[in-house]
């Protein structure tokens, strides 16, 4: 399952973290004061729910319009939307069938593609988009 959205992947969300948050403490957020985040949910989820899940562990950027006027949204073309969109490429015209290989590939392909290096905002969105759950799942199961 690919959340290509805000802290669905947070793993330091805590129940505890209702005591910062309601004497305000500038650096958490109601969200942070969860038993556990979305994806660990649709992990935990009985009798269904998700295998894998590819998200964001923080806040995360995106993008608006068409600013290259390619008739491609910019949201697909940059930050976690990119990620989201390559996996997806990779998976399919690559035929690629084993998820780490897919997500490594793909992080390869972002730090390629775009400046993470020198700019902070590319830095901190391939370094947010994290996987979890068995990276030697097979995409299909075996035959």
Known sequence: M??????????DVTILNLFHYIFGHPNYLQADCRFECIAE????????????????ANLCYGSFGDAD?????????????????E??????EEQQDILGDIFLKTQQTYVDAFPVHTDKYQCKSI?????????????????
């Open 69 to 85: 006027q390619n008739g491609i949204p910019d949201d697909a073309e940059n930050f976690g939307g990119f990620l989201a969109v």
């Open 2 to 11: 690919i959340l290509a959205e805000c802290i669905h992947a947070k793993l």
């Open 127 to 143: 370094q947010d988009w994290i996987l979890i759950g068995d990276p030697t799942l097979k995409i299909g199961g075996y035959s």
């Open 41 to 56: 949910k649709l992990m935990h989820k009985q009798g269904g729910g998700a295998i894998a899940v590819l998200s964001n």
């Open 87 to 92: 996996f997806m490429r990779i998976y399919g």
